[in-house]
Structure formats: C-alpha cells, structure tokens
C-alpha cells in the first residue's frame, strides 16, 4: 500500500530515532510532535515510537516543548497516540509528563484506556492529574492487580495492540491432553462485505481492526472474526493486496491456521476467518504446562513451516496472533487443550512498511531486523523464527523474552539477550535454553536457517526429556 508523506517522513525519523539517536534535536523532535496530528494513523504511531526513543536518549529534548505537547494531547485527530508518545516520556521525565497532562487537562478514562504506563509511573505517588489516574487503578475493567511480571505483559498487550480485554480469559491450561482433531471451521462461500451483520465492538486494536460479524450458510448463522483495512485502496494497490488476502487464504487450509471465509478488495481489503472462541495466548496468565506449551509450539512451527513452502512469511507473529479454538471431549477422558490457530498473516506487507512498530507489532516479539531494518536486513523467513522463539518464550516461562516497555524495549532487542527460560521459571528443562537463544539470535546468521531445523530440534528434546 502506498504510503503517505506523513507516514514516509515519520517512518524515516522512526528509524533514524533507532539507529542515530544522537542525531535528534529541536527540530526533528518538533517534526515528530507535529506528525501527531496528521491524518494517517500509521503516520502519528511511527512519531508517538520516535519521541519515545529519542527522550529515552537525551531526555531533555522535550524541556522546551511541553506546551505544543499540550496542544497535542487536546486534538481531535491525535489524542490517543499523544498520549501514547506522553506515556513514553514519562518513563524518563514524569515531571514533565505531568505538566503536559495538567495543561491538557487530559481525561483520565482515556489515558488509562490508551496508556497504561502512566498510571504505573504514578502508582505510588499522588501529584497533579496523575492523582486522578491513579484513582482508577483498581476498577474491575483494568487488569491492574497482577503480579510484576504479568503487569509487564499487560501493558504490552493493550499499547501494543494484543488482543481485545473483552475476551474471558482462559486458564493457562485448559485441559490434560491433546485434541483428536481442530475445531470445524465454517463453510466458506462466495460472499460480500455487505452480507456481514457486524457488531459494534471491537475485538482487536490491531491494525486490521477487528470485529465479531455473522453471515448465513447452508440454512445456519455462523460467527466469524471480521478484519478489515483502515483505509480505501488506490488502484495501483488493489493487485498486491489482492496477493496478500489470496496467499492467507491459501494458508488457511492449514489445521494450525485460522479458516478462512472470504475475502475482497472492496469497499477496501479485508478478511473474514473463522471466530476465535478460545482467547489467544496474549490472554493466558503465567506459563503453560511444558507439555502442553511444547503441542502448542509444534502446532504452530508446523503451521508456518507450511506457509514457507508456499513462500509466504507471516512476519507479524506475537501472542495476539495465535488464538485458541475451543476443544471438547469425551468427559471419562477429560478435556483437551484447546486447538491453536495462527491469524494475521502478513501484516506488515498489507501495510507495505518494514518497520514493525508503525503496524503495533509489540517491540518485545519483533525482530531486529523489524527495528532496523538498515542494520540486520530485510524481514523473510527467519523473521518467523526468532518469533517463533519468542512465542514459545512466553508460553514456557509466561512472560516475553524482553520485561521493558515502549522504545527501551528496543535497545533490548537489538543488543541484549534475553535471560535463559530455565532461569526465569523451574519448570522449563534445561535442554530448551540452546533453541530458544538460537532463535532468538540477534543476527540472522546465528539462527535456525528454517523453521524445519528448529522443529527438529524441539522434537529431539521432547523425546530425551519425556514432554
């Protein structure tokens, strides 16, 4: 998709922000507060992420600049990711944070709504509006009450775009053994946008915005998650998105990969897959079972080793992106785990961007080359691997391979490695530390060169520890 000036010059400060910090000053960072306010919302997340990063650098940037964030803050067109960039700064400057508030007069519903990282900032403190935040701490709505570790990933999930807190959320495990089967899909046929009854409510702050709609067929109402494009599509677009929609389709056949309904190019792209009744791993509390976490990620890797023979990358793989099926079974037997399903495949090329923040990607399951993609190349294949890694971090320890949030999130990507599993839950067997790390290798070259060779891997632990 064609992008827009704004969303150009903002991604080019974004990942100027990451490679060149100490190139910033008033300029670029009144360029970025200034892209707060344009009319492409790709456009004003990419500025929100370069402000972050450049503060985290040089936090006084932002001393001379409180009142045109102010201004920010109060504008119809760029609310949320104003106070997304203000959830940043306070991460280094709260003083100056809290001026921005109290001059914005902010609504403290929305700030809690869009950035949870300011009402942890001001937790323990009672000053200015942030008093007011604080207040809302603990109303049942807002998953505020959890231990440090499970704070970390929720606020992840609802700044990064995880999936939807209207979803119940399952247990870690969700039964003893897995099912004989995925659940039935729903018949696909040829269908138009205009033949969804959609609900109001969102499922998703993803970029491909989602809905729960039904439609009608073989005499029956069936539920379907109804995922669209923000955007109308030009002419010079509709072909290559026309490509994206088909090869999701194609992959679609997969067990492990969420069915596909239909899909089209008007009136913009979009697609409709088969309802998502279980959550998504984003939803699951604390680690998984290590023998179920292992089902998961075979199911999983197989699912995308799959979509590579196909040559087609996902490249957007996070918690959010995995959901769940519900399973049953014969109750003598007990319940099985509920079914896996991959969804949201090739988000950043629906978006033609390279840079994974610009989608909300969370930070701390994109890959380097997701964050520079200047420095470690372009995003193929053994993207999905370190993903693939990342994810199965979080299902065998319940947290991401990185605990830091918004832009210091990427200094950690791109120059640390994360703690071995083993270390930061008991349960995880020793032997599972070398394949994570592998493919969570900073270079390229460093990981598994396919999907394949860590299933392998995976598989020859399982046998030698009994999972």
Known sequence: MNQSPDARTAETLLADAIARPESYGQSEIRRLISLLGSHDPNARLSAAWAIGIAVEYDPRLVDSNIRRLARAVQADVGEADAIRAIAYITEHRPDVAEKVLSLANVDRERAIEIAPQIVRLYREESRGPASVVREQQERPNHDHTVDNTKKADSRAAKTNSEESSDRSRPPAATGNRPPESPPEPPPPRPIRYSEFDIENSMLSQSPLGARKATYQADGRQYPVTLKRLPSRLSPNETNRIADELSGWDSVGTHPAAVSVVGWGIAPGGWIAHQYIDGGTVADRHGPVP?????????????????????????????????????????????????????????????????????????????????????????????????????????????????????????????????????????????????????????????RYETVEAFRRELAAVRSEVGL
């Not at 014969?330 to 090739?346: C, S, T």
């Not at 909300?360 to 693939?388: C, K, S």
């Not at 971090?393 to 832009?407: C, M, N, W």
């Open 290 to 446: 290590p023998r179920e976490a292992y089902w998961i990620v075979e199911r999983v890797s197989d699912a995308i080793r799959y979509a590579h023979g196909q040559g087609i990358v996902h490249g957007c793989l996070s918690p959010s992106s995995v959901g769940f099926g519900v399973s049953f079974g014969v109750a003598e037997r007990g319940e099985p785990w509920h079914y896996p399903l991959v969804m949201d495949w090739g988000c950043l090329r629906l978006y033609d961007v390279d840079i994974a923040p610009t989608v909300g990607l969370p930070i701390r399951y994109a890959a380097p080359e997701q964050l520079a993609p200047d420095r470690f190349g372009r995003v193929d294949a053994l993207t999905d691997v370190y993903q693939l890694g990342a994810l199965a971090y979080r299902l065998f320890t319940g947290r991401g391979p990185y605990q830091s949030t918004g832009p210091t999130a990427v200094t950690a990507v791109i120059d640390r490695q994360p703690p071995r599993p083993s270390k930061v839950h008991h349960a995880v067997p020793d032997a599972i530390d070398p394949i994570l790390q592998t493919c969570l290798a900073t270079s390229k070259l460093d």
